[in-house]
């Protein structure tokens, strides 16, 4: 930890340049070592295929909590998701199939209570080669002439997003009843805004405003 004495003149110049100082240093402290380590979080998702032979290769990810938080705007924080990706190297190209199974916790639009929704999916991607990186459609990535590996860890943080329904909501239990939270559920009725009886009276005035 780096203690820095403040500066004894009032001079505003001379509080700025202790504030910048201040500041750089403890971006030099913290910075580096918060990069590295979610850079290397996701260094397992880099795929080398330069050395691979021409045909199907197979990779396995477990993905939790850790893969989650290495992204700022993620609207998932837990989850035990597994991928079974087959990397299927061409002449050319470069054929990405994923098989994702797993669970995530989201919150119930009914309940406002956290639950455990499952997804599942297959997704394709083409992995083509060009002059610049590019994403030419949603399952076509150009990567420059030359690449020797591809980051899958981008992909998977959307495709795991996508596979969330729209409509979050708990499922049913075994028999069949309600899986939300009832106290929750009671809580959000009592401060649901309760419909008030109408004025005859307005019914009256409305009309002569039409008439
Ligand atoms: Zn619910």
Redesign the pocket.
């Given at each position: 930890m780096v203690c820095l004495k403040k500066p004894s003149s009032n001079h505003s110049n001379a509080s700025l340049l202790f504030l910048f100082s201040y500041s750089f240093i403890l971006f030099c402290n913290f910075a580096p070592r918060f990069v590295k380590k979610v850079s290397n979080r996701l260094k397992p998702y880099h795929l080398g295929f330069k050395g691979l032979s021409l045909g199907h290769h197979h990779f396995d990810f477990d993905i939790g909590s850790d893969f989650f938080e290495c992204f700022e705007e993620t609207e998932i924080h837990v989850g035990q998701v597994k991928v079974d990706l087959d990397l299927e190297k061409q002449e050319k190209m470069l054929v990405l199939s994923f098989d994702i199974h797993g669970e995530v916790e989201v919150v119930?639009?009914?309940?406002?209570?956290e639950?455990m929704q499952p997804i599942s999916g297959k997704e394709v991607v083409f992995i083509k080669f060009g002059s610049e990186y590019l994403e030419e459609d949603d399952d076509v990535l150009i990567l420059p002439q030359g690449s020797h590996e591809v980051d899958v860890s981008s992909m998977l943080y959307d495709f795991i997003h996508l596979l969330v329904p729209y409509h979050r909501?708990?499922l049913p239990d075994e028999q069949g009843n309600?899986?939300?939270?009832k106290q929750?559920?009671e809580i959000l009725e009592e401060l649901s805004p309760k419909e008030t009886p109408v004025d005859p009276r307005w019914d009256v005035l409305n009309q002569l405003k039409i008439d």
């Open positions: 119930c639009d009914r309940c406002a209570y639950y909501l708990h309600l899986g939300c939270n929750n559920l």
